[in-house]
Structure formats: C-alpha cells, structure tokens
C-alpha cells in the first residue's frame, strides 16, 4: 500500500470513528437529576442518586432500549441543588435547554413545586421524590410522584403513638418545606385525635450539627413523644442529643428518615427505643426486596434504603415507557408508564408497584414499625 493510499485508508478508518462517535451521542437519552449532593442532606441525595446510577448501569450493561427502530443508552446527569428550591429550578432550566431531558427527578418537595412552575411549558416530566400529596393534587400533567403519600403516615403514627406512648407531643422536626408540610399536617391530626403539642421548635437540619439548645427546649415542656425528621443523618443527631439531655419519651420519625439510617448514624438502635417510623427495606422479606438488595450491596458495599430503591424502579419505569410508546417525548411516556409499571418484571420493582393513580401517583402501601427491645418490629396498621 503507498504511503497515499495509507494516508487515505487512515483518514477513512478517523472519519468512521468519528461518525460511530456521533452516533453514539445521538443515540443517548439524558435524563436529569437535580437535588442535596452536598451539605447537610447530602447523604440523602447520594442514596437517592445511587439507585438511579444502579439503573442506568444495567440499562446500559444489557445494550440499552429500543425506542421505535432505534437503540439507545441512557445519561444519568446529576446536579448539586444543596436542596434550594431556587437552585432546583434552575439546574432543571439548564437540563432541558442544555442536554434536552425529558425527564428530571427531584427528591425534596420545595424543588418539585418549583420546577412545576414550567415543567409543562418546558414539556419534560417531573420524576417527584416526595411524598407530600399536593404535588399530584396540583393536577400537573407531567409529574409523577414516585413514593406514597405521607397522608397515611401521619395517622397510622399518631394512632399507634397515643395508644402506646402518651398524648403529649413536642415538635422538632426539620424546616424545610417537605418538614413543614408534614409537621402540619401531623400537629393537626395529633389534636384532632385528642392530643396535646406542648412545644413547637423546628430546626435547619441541613446548616446544624449541634441541636442541644432546640432539644432543651423540647425536653423543657415534658412531651411524652417528640416529632423528629429530616435526612436520616441530621435527625439521628437530634435524636442523639435529645437522649443525652435526658429525653426519655418516644420519637416519631417523619417518613424521610429511616429507622435503619438513624440508627447506623447514632451507633445503634438502642437510643431509638420506642421510636416509630416507616418499614425499612432492610427487613422487607419478599424475594423481589431481598433480590435487589444483594445486588445493591454488592456494587456499592452497603444496604440499600427506600431512597435508592424507589428511584431505581422509577428509572427503570420511565425506560419501559419510552419502549412500550416507542417514544422519548414526556408526553407520551407519562400516557404508557401505567402500562409499562404494570408489565415490569419484579427484578427492577423491589417494592412491587402495580399501578399509578390517574394524577400521576404510583401505588404502595403505607407501613409502620416500631423499635421494640433493640429490634425493628413491622405493625399493622389499624384505621
């Protein structure tokens, strides 16, 4: 071969290269992520991203999705909103207009209500992380709300805890707008059923790591509960510190924190006694929760929370939706992801969700545990 036509077989093998390049740009799907990456939630993000990443990988691994005649794999781009409603906007105006997302989750609520101020405009759906029941309410055609509401919560807590631990409830949940709502809404249902809120001290659980003068306060007014909740990090070190000021009554803990997380945070479940909370998946039995498990621990080395799991068959949902409408376009992914949730396979549903409501809602059930000498026990719940 001459040094001419070397030159040109080299130019034609570049040119190649570089179309198979483009290609495969085109050929991907970003899919935005904005929500806490740093600062006082940042566990809480990390978790929450960590079941998408999870997702993705696989997608990715099996030689991704078809959409209509066309394979595709997926771009996971995740952005730091230090859990700023504000800062959550715009990373998703930056999402759609930069790298055109049909989609972006959000796990905090002050960020979904934000970006439900354009996302139908903008026409890209809102993966919601949140389990305030406004956010489907609303009637916003493009979001979907990934976990239940936190409705059935707030009763199933306030039942068990004034049958078994007092009528009397300090307040010392976290502010941020997620924290409020919930604080609300469980102050009102705790009077309504014939209790006391002695005290009320909400806290920054995202800028604090020292809440012994808010957990003086509470422990002041001699509650037989005290409200606690945040990201699982945080409101373990306000349970903590409640128990070395003296606080001996129950907590309630507001479905954002997991009893499993606080413990790890605080050493252990022994100053959790008595705390009520939401069913960690870690003591979920059933073999689609156990399967997923093994498999998260073996990639990232650790067990898995309800965050990483719901995200991670929410991904795994929007995929199956683009497939089953043969289309990336938000609008139709939202009209055949009932379908495509009702025809996943249990290996990427981890929490077996069949159906979504007609607002956009997918539907599990509401659970309940307590922790009883030193162990998480599940209750049922009794209306």
Same mark, same amino acid.
């Given at each position: ?9 080299? +130019? ?36 929450? *991203? ?8 696989? +997608? ?11 394979? #595709? ?11 700023? /409603? ?15 997302? $049909? ?42 709300? +990934? ?16 049958? #078994? ?14 924290? =409020?709502?919930?604080?609300? &809404? ?26 012994? @003068? ?8 001699? /509650? ?40 790890? *945070?605080? %050493? ?11 069913? $960690? ?6 073999? !689609? ?13 650790? @067990? /898995? ?9 929410? &991904? #795994? ?12 376009? /938000? ?6 992801? %009932?379908? !495509? +949730? ?11 969700? =069949? ?15 307590? *922790? ?12």
């Amino acid at each position: 071969m001459t040094k001419i036509k070397r030159l040109g077989h080299a +130019i034609a093998v570049a040119t190649l290269g570089l179309g198979l390049s483009f290609a495969s740009l085109a050929d991907e799907v970003n899919i935005g992520f904005t929500g806490p990456l740093s600062g006082g939630a940042a566990l809480y993000g990390e978790n929450t *991203v960590s079941g998408l990443r999870m997702a993705v990988d696989e +997608i990715n691994a099996a030689g991704g999705f078809t959409v209509g005649d066309e394979t #595709h794999t997926l771009n996971l781009i995740a952005l730091d909103d230090r859990y700023s /409603p504000a800062q959550a906007a715009t990373n998703a105006k930056r999402l759609k207009q930069e790298s055109g997302v $049909p989609a972006v989750f959000v796990p905090h609520s002050g960020g979904v209500f934000a970006l439900q101020d354009f996302n139908e405009k903008d026409n890209f759906l809102v993966m919601a992380y949140t389990s305030v029941p406004s956010v489907t309410e609303k009637g916003n055609a493009l979001t979907l709300r +990934i976990p239940p509401t936190f409705d059935g919560y707030v009763r199933a807590f306030t039942a068990y805890a004034q049958t #078994h631990m007092g009528k009397t409830i300090g307040m010392a949940g976290a502010t941020h707008e997620y924290a =409020k709502i919930w604080a609300t &809404m469980m102050a009102q249902e705790w009077t309504q059923k014939g209790g006391e809120v002695v005290v009320e001290n909400p806290m920054d659980y995202n800028k604090s790591a020292d809440f012994y @003068t808010g957990a003086s306060r509470i422990i002041a007014a001699n /509650p037989d509960v005290m409200f606690v909740g945040g990201a699982s990090e945080p409101t373990g070190l306000v349970v903590q510190q409640a128990r070395q000021l003296g606080f001996q009554g129950g907590f309630v803990l507001m479905d954002q924190a997991k009893i499993d997380e606080v413990a790890e *945070v605080i %050493g252990g479940l022994e100053m959790l006694e008595g705390a009520i909370g939401v069913v $960690p998946l870690s003591i979920y039995e059933t073999s !689609a929760a156990r399967d997923f498990i093994t498999r998260y621990k073996a990639k990232y080395d650790k @067990t /898995p929370g309800s965050e990483a799991a719901y995200n991670y068959l929410a &991904m #795994h949902a929007l995929v199956a939706a683009m497939e089953q409408s043969g289309s990336t376009d /938000p609008k139709a992914i939202r009209g055949a992801i %009932g379908d !495509a +949730i009702a025809d996943m396979d249990a290996s990427k549903n981890p929490f077996e969700v =069949k159906r979504i409501t007609e607002q956009g809602g997918f539907v599990t059930e509401t659970t309940l545990a307590v *922790v009883e000498d030193g162990k998480i026990v599940r209750k049922a719940i009794k209306e």
